[in-house]
């Protein structure tokens, strides 16, 4: 009886540790982000993010990005980036095409630590709509319906945040199922 009581404690303390583990070090694209790494550090284990890795390779913009920040990501899917018009991506990724390549990524950054309840706090305060100021120039509508945020760009496409808070150690990420295009 006391055995079986010992084992019920160390094993309900095992899934204890487990869920806090899970929660402190949240899942992205089957990869634990843990907030003692940088964006690079993190964003490199993401299966859903390997085009986003690529093209900030691509734009060479690793090292601003593992850099000391703070830094907001909006971070497209792959899905997000294979959903823009055939042929794009490749593009984006020669060497020819950098600018705009750099371009439309830093369109995706914000050089704070924005957590969703201080970007939900701020459309509250600005009347349902907040316009967010990115490291590209570019201005992002933010709104928040039924507890999500979304994120229209200067096109009008609309992305939603489908994973919200990933901290890193220079920032925080928020994974994002469209690729937010700048005004061109």
């Known amino acids: 009886m006391i055995k079986s009581a010992l084992r019920a404690t160390a094993l309900a303390a095992a899934f204890s540790a487990i869920a806090f583990a ?3 070090n949240p ?3 089957g990869a634990a982000m843990y907030a003692n790494k940088n964006i ?7 299966k859903d993010h390997t085009t986003l890795v690529a093209a900030v390779k691509a734009a060479g913009l690793v090292g ?19 959903a823009l018009p055939k042929g794009t991506v490749d593009a984006l990724l020669k060497p020819e095409n950098k600018g705009k390549l750099v371009k439309i990524l830093t369109c995706h950054v914000v050089a704070a630590n924005a957590l969703s309840k201080t970007v939900a706090k701020m459309i509250k305060d600005d009347g349902g709509e907040h316009d967010i100021k990115t490291v590209g120039g570019c201005v992002i509508k933010a709104k928040e319906s039924m507890g ?10 609309v992305a939603h945040v489908t994973i919200a ?3 890193q150690s220079n920032g925080v990420i928020h994974v ?3 690729v937010l295009l700048p005004k061109m």
Not at 64 to 82: C, D, H, S
């Open 165 to 167: 808070d990933v901290k």
């Open 22 to 24: 899970a929660q402190a």
């Open 176 to 178: 994002v199922d469209k």
């Open 148 to 157: 999500k945020i979304t994120l229209t760009d200067e096109n009008g496409d």
């Open 27 to 29: 899942m992205v694209g």
């Open 40 to 46: 690079v550090e993190n964003a490199v284990n993401s």
């Open 64 to 82: 601003t990005l593992e850099g000391k920040g703070p830094f907001t990501v909006f971070a497209p899917t792959n899905e997000a980036f294979a």
